[in-house]
C-alpha cells in the first residue's frame, strides 16, 4: 500500500512507536525556530533544564514580533534570547532581518527535513516539503534540549488541485477555500497534504502562504511535495544543493479527500472576525476601507510585493485609505529597492513598516475606531489589531492593492493592470543579520537578564481531591488571542507572568483576573475547538498563575491542549456536550480520585452547586499521565534528574 508524503517523512524520523493515526510517536527533530514573543519562556526554560549545547541539526532564534521599543523591556528581552543563543548553539537572527516563518523559507528550510517552531505559523515550511509543526514554547525547549518530540500521529487529508489559477486569483484564495470547506476545526488531529495536477502551477512562496494559513484550520501541518518548483526556489535562495525530491506513492491512502479545481476558484475574502468566515468578493455589497496592511508571514514574499508594485506603480492610493507595507524579508526589501519597486510602492503614497509581524499582532498600525481594514494576514479575530470595533477582512496581495488605490473592497478580474511573472529573480547572499554561536559557551556568556524578565510559574503535582470554582463559562472556538491578548501594550511583558495575569481573557471578561484571584482553585468551562489560533503558551501560564486547575470543554485545540498539559492544567472533555449548558460562573465543583480517573480515561465531576455528577473524558497518552501527576512537564523533567 502506497504512503503518503507526511507518513513517508515522519517514518524516516520515527524513534519510537507505530505510526498509525492517533498513536503517540517520538520523532527525531531536525531544527527548531523560536520568536521573540515565545522566544522568552523558551530560553528561561532551556536555561531551567540544565542543557550544554542543543542536540538539532539546526535552531535559529528570530527576532521579529516585539519589535516596538517603547521602553526597555522588548530591547531587554532581545539581549536576552540572544545570550541564552550563544550559551546553547543556537543561531540568532537580529531585529529587522524579518518574519521567522518567511526567513526560515529562504535560508534554512529544507524538503524532507523536520521543523518544530515556537509560533503557530511553523507549517509555512510545508511549502518546501518539510514536516514543519507549531508547538507551545516548553515543547521546542525540549526539542531543542533532546532532538526529539513527542506527537500523537495525524490522519492525513488530501487536498487535490486541478487546473490553474486566473489572473487576479492566487495562492491566498486557495486556502481560503479550503478555510470555507473545512472550518477552523476542520484540520484538528489531521495534516493536510497537497497533491494534483496544480499543484505544480504554484511556486514555493504561493505553497507556502497556503501551508502557513493552514494553522487557521486547526490542522497539525500542511504538506507540499519537493519537485522541479522546489529546486527553481531553493536555486534563486543560492542553496540547490539543499534540494532532494519528494511525493507521495502513486497510490497512497488517505483518510479524506477535497478535490479544488483551481481554475474555477474566484477572488475571495474571509470576513470578520475568523478565517473561515469566507464569501466570494464579487457576492458582497461595496464596502468602503479604510487601512490596507499587506505583509505577515501569510503574504510578504517577494513575488507578493512585486504584484503590489506593479498594481501600485504610477496610481494614487485613495485618499481614505491608509496603505501600509510590511516586507517579509531584508532580502526582499533589498531586492525592491535595488530594482525600483520600492520607488512604485512609496511614490503611490503607501507607507513602509519594518520587516516584521507589525499590524498582524497588533505592534502598531492599529486601525481607527468602528474602520473597516483589509489585511493580506492569516487572522482577523476580533481585537487583534488593537481595535476591539474594527472589522477586519483577510485577502489576497492583489486584491488589497486594488482595493487601496480604488477605496472600497474589489478584484472583479477584470482589471486592465498587467500582472507580470516574477518568480524567477536570483537573491543576493547576505547573512549580516545572523550573529553565530562561535567560540561561544554556558561558561563564557552569561545569561542577559533585564529586570521586566520574571521566572515562569511552576504548578505541584496533581491532589487527588480537586475542589474549585468556576471562574468562566465560554463560548465556541475560544482563541489563544482572547485567552491572553497580545498587542504593543501587552507584548513587552511576554516575559513577565505576573503582570499578563492581570489581563487574562481581558477582552471576553474584564472581572476574570479578580475573580480567579479570590476564588483561590478555579475551573473554566468551554465551547468547541477551546484554544485555537497562537501557540502562546502564555494562554496556559497565566491561568496556571491565577489557580486555575482544570479545563472541561467539548473540544480543544491541538497547542493550546498540549500546553495546558505541559503546565499542569488537565483539558477534560465533555461526555455529552450538552452538560455544558449546565454551568455557570460561581459553581463549585469536586472532582475525587482524580489520579486513577486519568489513569483510566473516565472522570466524575461533581456540581456541588447544581446538585449533579456528570461523566468526563479524560483521554491522555502515557507520557501526558506521567506529566499531568507531576504537575507539567518541568517537573517531570526535574524528577527525573534528566540531565540532557
Ligand atoms: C500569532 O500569529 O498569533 C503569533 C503572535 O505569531 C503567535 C505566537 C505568539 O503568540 O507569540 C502564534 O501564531 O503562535
Ligand atoms: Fe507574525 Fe502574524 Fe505571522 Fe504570527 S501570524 S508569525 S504575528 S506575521
Not at 16 to 39: R, V, W, Y
Not at 517 to 534: L, V
Request: proline share 4%.
Amino acid at each position: 500500500m502506497g504512503q503518503t508524503l507526511a507518513y513517508k517523512i515522519l517514518s524516516n524520523h520515527l524513534l519510537d512507536g507505530e505510526l498509525k493515526a492517533g498513536n503517540e510517536i517520538t520523532i527525531k527533530m531536525d531544527q527548531t525556530l523560536t520568536q521573540d514573543s515565545t522566544g522568552t519562556m523558551v530560553y528561561l526554560q532551556l536555561e531551567a533544564m540544565n542543557v550544554e549545547k542543543i542536540k538539532t541539526e539546526l535552531s535559529v532564534a528570530y527576532i521579529d514580533h516585539n519589535m516596538l521599543q517603547t521602553g526597555f523591556e522588548n530591547a531587554d528581552d532581545h539581549e536576552f534570547i540572544k545570550s541564552v543563543a550563544q550559551r546553547h548553539g543556537v543561531l540568532f537572527s537580529k531585529p529587522g532581518n524579518g518574519i521567522c516563518h518567511q526567513l526560515h523559507l529562504e535560508n534554512y528550510g529544507k524538503p524532507g527535513k523536520t521543523l518544530l517552531g515556537s509560533d503557530s505559523h511553523t507549517p509555512t515550511g510545508g511549502g518546501l516539503g518539510m514536516i514543519a509543526i507549531g508547538a507551545g514554547g516548553l515543547d521546542v525547549a525540549v526539542a531543542m534540549a533532546k532532538g526529539t518530540y513527542n506527537l500523537t500521529v495525524p490522519k492525513v487529508i488530501n487536498v487535490k488541485l486541478i487546473g490553474q489559477l486566473r489572473p487576479w486569483v492566487s495562492a491566498k484564495d486557495i486556502i481560503l477555500e479550503v478555510l470555507r470547506n473545512l472550518t477552523v476545526k476542520g484540520g484538528v488531529g489531521k495534516i493536510v497534504e497537497y497533491t494534483g495536477d496544480g499543484v505544480c502551477t504554484l511556486s514555493v512562496t504561493d505553497r507556502a502562504t497556503i501551508t502557513n494559513m493552514g494553522a487557521e484550520l486547526g490542522a497539525t501541518t500542511s504538506i507540499f511535495p519537493s519537485d522541479e518548483r522546489t529546486l527553481e526556489y531553493l536555486k534563486q535562495q543560492g542553496r540547490q544543493q539543499d534540494y532532494t525530491p519528494f511525493s507521495a506513492d502513486e497510490d497512497a491512502i488517505y483518510d479524506e479527500t477535497l478535490t479544488i479545481d483551481l481554475s474555477t476558484l474566484e477572488p475571495l475574502v474571509a470576513m470578520p472576525h475568523s478565517p473561515d468566515n469566507v464569501a466570494k468578493i464579487s457576492s458582497l455589497k461595496p464596502t468602503k476601507v479604510d487601512q490596507v496592511a499587506i505583509g505577515s508571514c501569510t503574504n510578504s514574499s517577494y513575488a507578493d510585493l512585486m504584484k503590489v508594485a506593479n498594481i501600485l506603480k504610477g496610481n494614487k492610493v485613495h485618499p481614505d485609505v491608509s496603505l501600509v507595507i510590511s516586507p517579509g524579508s531584508s532580502k526582499i526589501l533589498s531586492k525592491l529597492a535595488e530594482n525600483g519597486a520600492l520607488a512604485d510602492i512609496i511614490n503611490a503614497g503607501a507607507r513602509i513598516i519594518e520587516n516584521a509581524c507589525g499590524p498582524c499582532i497588533g505592534m502598531g498600525q492599529s486601525p481607527k475606531s468602528g474602520s473597516v481594514s483589509l489585511r493580506t494576514f492569516n487572522r482577523n479575530f476580533k481585537g487583534r489589531s488593537g481595535t476591539l470595533d474594527a472589522d477586519v477582512y483577510l485577502v489576497s496581495p492583489e486584491t488589497a492593492a486594488l482595493s487601496a488605490l480604488k477605496g472600497f473592497l474589489t478584484n472583479d478580474l477584470t482589471s486592465n493592470e498587467k500582472l507580470e511573472n516574477i518568480d524567477s529573480t536570483t537573491f543576493t547572499q547576505n547573512d549580516h543579520f545572523i550573529v553565530y554561536p562561535e567560540n561561544t559557551n554556558k561558561t563564557n556568556t552569561p545569561v542577559a537578564m533585564g529586570p521586566n524578565i520574571k521566572p515562569f510559574p511552576l504548578n505541584t503535582a496533581l491532589n487527588d481531591t480537586l475542589e474549585v470554582t468556576v471562574s468562566l463559562h465560554s463560548g465556541d472556538n475560544i482563541t489563544t488571542d482572547d485567552i491572553m491578548p497580545s498587542d504593543s501594550r501587552l507584548l513587552p511583558y511576554r516575559s513577565n507572568i505576573p503582570y499578563l495575569a492581570n489581563y487574562c481573557f481581558e477582552k471576553i471578561d474584564k472581572k476574570f483576573a479578580q475573580r480567579c484571584k479570590e476564588y483561590g482553585h478555579s475551573a473554566i468551562i468551554g465551547g468547541e475547538n477551546y484554544g485555537q489560533g497562537s501557540s502562546r503558551e502564555h494562554a496556559a501560564l497565566t491561568p496556571l498563575y491565577l489557580g486555575v486547575r482544570f479545563v472541561v470543554a467539548k473540544s480543544f485545540a491541538r497547542i493550546h491542549r498540549s500546553n495546558l498539559i505541559n503546565s499542569g492544567i488537565i483539558p477534560l472533555v465533555f461526555k455529552n456536550t450538552s452538560d455544558y449548558n449546565d454551568f455557570e460562573i460561581g459553581d463549585k465543583l469536586m472532582i475525587k480520585n482524580t489520579i486513577n480517573g486519568i489513569k483510566n480515561g473516565k472522570i466524575l465531576l461533581e456540581n456541588i452547586t447544581k446538585k449533579k455528577t456528570y461523566e468526563i473524558i479524560a483521554d491522555f497518552s502515557d507520557t501526558e499521565i506521567a506529566m499531568l501527576l507531576a504537575g507539567g512537564k518541568i517537573n517531570l523533567i526535574n524528577s527525573k534528574q534528566n540531565n540532557f
